[in-house]
């Protein structure tokens, strides 16, 4: 079997772009967890994920069954009023025919679904355990679970709890048509949940086990196995699906193609991370962060509106002379002629960001200032590298938040979001994790956003004079509450040997503070 190739920084991605469209909701928020299976909490509109490796199959089966979960729960989010939990019998029983319900309802908008369902559907009937693993009542639940579903049951229960399962079964999906049929939702559903526990003789409030998978995870069905299991599904589900073709159900074609592109990219990234140039510095595992908390979309725009002349590359420019003759201007007074000037830059930056404890208090909003600042440089096709340092478990730690050769993405976005400002200011050490990154990439530029003393001035001053050996351009910006302290942190700096230092009192100035620098160096 081949071994998990797709990382969780790539599967966070792909489900975040693929659940935000398929529900239509952009504010929508993906986990991916190892802890609690597949589930959706509507509130925060956020969707946790179980991840490839706890699933069944080999790594493109786990990709198409990972894929296919996301839809459902995209469904949920589009359709579905609640989500009740899966502990009890009737929480447990709603969630199943919901399930249905938004299938249906997602079906007729997402039509090449079909096959990826009816492929899912072999790996959750392989996934359900034998009815002679449940005890008590509970196995009547799980007999209605896999035969509501699958059409099929997988083992044996008496024929009078059959006779109660059929019957639960049959009212169940004329519950969920009509609910279709009339445009009903979760709460009608939700009214007629009572009656199926009637028919099914059980307490609505029975206690549910988490199931335990019949296969252990990781284990590749043969892909005989995995025909036996779809000609049952097929033949069960025929009556909604119509005619299903299990040879092409097996190869998943058009998944395929994605899932090619999706390994390639994966397989780029990971030559872009940490290598022998990068030894000491780490890359942040995407967690459970909601990028778009440190997004100030105005402060974004209007630096884009900004600076939009250099996006194009020209700026109209008026002097005494030139291209052409603006008899506007010349009656006004003003430069007869103007002509275009280009505009670009070409020069290549390092950013180092301070995450010592003394910016805690002031941490959203240094990132949004950060996190703008990404967005312009990308806009402006500026070739730049983000780093910032901080201390966990009493370790200082440099993080590589974007490298050079590295889009700007929501990935890097979420490395920035879930630093935490925490520690001292070892500037000195941090250059020393750096120097052979900065030696290798020689950038134009390396700036330092910090808003404190180093732990040690006297080797922060000697890594300086070292970076500057190497022909780069140190520069140091201070951040300071108010101009006077902004300012005093600046010319504390200029005695550690920087280039140029620069001071901001209000976070937001940072980009146009840089972005002005860059210019200069044109």
């Not at 445009?183 to 028919?199: D, G, L, R």
């Not at 252990?216 to 097929?234: C, D, F, P, Q, T």
């Not at 033949?235 to 090619?260: L, M, Q």
């Not at 340092?389 to 979420?414: D, G, H, L, P, Q």
């Given at each position: 079997?081949?071994?998990?190739?797709?990382?969780?920084?790539?599967?966070?991605?792909?489900?975040?772009?693929?659940?935000?469209?398929?529900?239509?909701?952009?504010?929508?928020?993906?986990?991916?967890?190892?802890?609690?299976?597949?589930?959706?909490?509507?509130?925060?509109?956020?969707?946790?994920?179980?991840?490839?490796?706890k699933?069944?199959?080999?790594?493109?089966?786990?990709?198409?069954?990972?894929?296919?979960?996301?839809?459902?729960?995209?469904?949920?989010?589009?359709?579905?009023?609640?989500?009740?939990?899966?502990?009890?019998?009737?929480?447990?029983?709603?969630?199943?025919?919901?399930?249905?319900?938004?299938?249906?309802?997602?079906?007729?908008?997402?039509?090449?679904?079909?096959?990826?369902?009816?492929?899912?559907?072999?790996?959750?009937?392989?996934?359900?355990?034998?009815?002679?693993?449940?005890?008590?009542?509970?196995?009547?639940?799980?007999?209605?679970?896999?035969?509501?579903?699958?059409?099929?049951?997988?083992?044996?229960?008496?024929?009078?709890?059959?006779e109660?399962?059929?019957?639960?079964?049959?009212?169940?999906?004329?519950?969920?048509?009509?609910?279709?049929?009339?445009?009903?939702?979760?709460?009608?559903i939700?009214?007629?949940?009572?009656?199926?526990?009637?028919?099914?003789?059980?307490?609505?409030?029975?206690?549910?086990?988490?199931?335990?998978?019949?296969?252990?995870?990781?284990?590749?069905?043969?892909?005989?196995?995995?025909?036996?299991?779809?000609?049952?599904?097929?033949?069960?589900?025929?009556?909604?699906?119509?005619?299903?073709?299990?040879?092409?159900?097996?190869?998943?074609?058009?998944?395929?193609?994605?899932?090619?592109?999706?390994?390639?990219?994966?397989?780029?990234?990971?030559?872009?991370?940490?290598s022998s140039?990068?030894?000491?510095?780490?890359?942040?595992?995407?967690?459970?962060?909601?990028?778009?908390?440190?997004?100030?979309?105005?402060?974004?725009?209007?630096?884009?509106?900004?600076?939009?002349?250099?996006?194009?590359?020209?700026?109209?420019?008026?002097?005494?002379?030139?291209?052409?003759?603006?008899?506007?201007?010349?009656?006004?007074?003003?430069?007869?002629?103007?002509?275009?000037?280009?505009?670009?830059?070409?020069?290549?930056?390092?950013?180092?960001?301070?995450?010592?404890?003394?910016?805690?208090?002031?941490?959203?909003?240094?990132?949004?200032?950060?996190?703008?600042?990404?967005?312009?440089?990308?806009?402006?096709?500026?070739?730049?590298?983000?780093?910032?340092?901080?201390?966990?478990?009493?370790s200082?730690?440099?993080?590589?938040?974007?490298?050079?050769?590295?889009?700007?993405?929501?990935?890097?976005?979420?490395r920035?979001?879930?630093?935490?400002?925490?520690?001292?200011?070892?500037?000195?050490?941090?250059?020393?994790?750096?120097?052979?990154t900065?030696?290798?990439?020689?950038?134009?530029?390396?700036?330092?956003?910090?808003?404190?003393?180093?732990?040690?001035?006297?080797?922060?001053?000697?890594?300086?004079?070292?970076?500057?050996?190497?022909?780069?351009?140190?520069?140091?910006l201070?951040?300071?509450?108010?101009?006077?302290?902004?300012?005093?942190?600046?010319?504390?700096?200029?005695?550690l040997?920087?280039?140029?230092?620069?001071?901001?009192?209000?976070?937001k100035?940072?980009?146009?503070?840089?972005?002005?620098?860059?210019?200069?160096?044109?």
């Amino acid at each position: 079997m081949q071994s998990i190739q797709l990382q969780n920084d790539s599967l966070v991605e792909i489900s975040t772009f693929l659940i935000r469209r398929w529900s239509e909701k952009e504010d929508a928020v993906i986990e991916i967890s190892n802890n609690i299976e597949t589930k959706t909490r509507l509130k925060e509109r956020k969707v946790i994920l179980t991840p490839l490796e706890k699933r069944i199959g080999n790594d493109f089966q786990k990709y198409r069954q990972f894929r296919t979960s996301s839809w459902y729960e995209a469904m949920k989010i589009k359709y579905s009023e609640k989500i009740l939990s899966d502990d009890h019998a009737f929480g447990f029983i709603l969630n199943v025919m919901e399930t249905q319900r938004v299938e249906q309802l997602g079906r007729k908008i997402w039509k090449g679904m079909d096959e990826e369902i009816i492929f899912n559907y072999s790996y959750m009937l392989v996934s359900r355990p034998q009815l002679h693993t449940v005890y008590g009542k509970a196995r009547i639940v799980e007999a209605f679970y896999q035969y509501f579903m699958f059409g099929a049951i997988k083992g044996e229960i008496q024929p009078s709890h059959f006779e109660k399962i059929k019957k639960a079964s049959i009212f169940a999906k004329k519950i969920v048509n009509e609910s279709i049929e009339n445009n009903q939702k979760t709460s009608w559903i939700e009214k007629n949940i009572t009656q199926i526990i009637k028919i099914l003789e059980i307490d609505s409030l029975l206690t549910i086990p988490i199931s335990v998978a019949f296969m252990k995870a990781g284990m590749a069905l043969s892909e005989e196995e995995l025909r036996k299991v779809l000609k049952i599904i097929a033949k069960n589900k025929e009556g909604d699906f119509g005619s299903i073709d299990p040879s092409s159900i097996v190869k998943g074609e058009d998944v395929y193609d994605e899932y090619k592109v999706l390994i390639d990219e994966n397989k780029k990234n990971e030559n872009k991370g940490i290598s022998s140039e990068t030894v000491g510095i780490q890359i942040p595992s995407t967690k459970n962060i909601d990028e778009k908390v440190i997004y100030d979309i105005s402060l974004i725009n209007g630096l884009k509106m900004k600076f939009k002349e250099w996006k194009t590359g020209w700026k109209e420019q008026h002097l005494r002379s030139g291209d052409e003759f603006d008899d506007e201007n010349y009656i006004e007074g003003n430069e007869p002629f103007f002509t275009d000037i280009k505009k670009s830059i070409k020069t290549k930056i390092v950013i180092l960001l301070d995450h010592s404890s003394s910016i805690s208090s002031d941490a959203i909003e240094y990132k949004k200032a950060t996190i703008a600042l990404c967005e312009v440089l990308a806009f402006l096709k500026v070739k730049f590298a983000v780093y910032a340092f901080s201390t966990e478990n009493r370790s200082m730690i440099c993080w590589s938040i974007k490298e050079e050769n590295v889009k700007w993405n929501k990935t890097t976005a979420k490395r920035l979001a879930q630093i935490v400002a925490n520690g001292a200011t070892p500037l000195a050490e941090i250059y020393d994790k750096m120097f052979s990154t900065l030696q290798a990439k020689q950038p134009d530029i390396f700036l330092t956003l910090t808003d404190g003393e180093p732990s040690d001035s006297d080797a922060v001053r000697k890594r300086t004079k070292s970076l500057k050996g190497l022909g780069i351009t140190m520069v140091a910006l201070g951040l300071g509450p108010n101009t006077v302290r902004a300012t005093t942190i600046a010319n504390n700096l200029k005695h550690l040997g920087y280039d140029k230092t620069m001071a901001v009192s209000r976070l937001k100035d940072i980009p146009n503070k840089v972005i002005n620098l860059l210019d200069t160096q044109r």
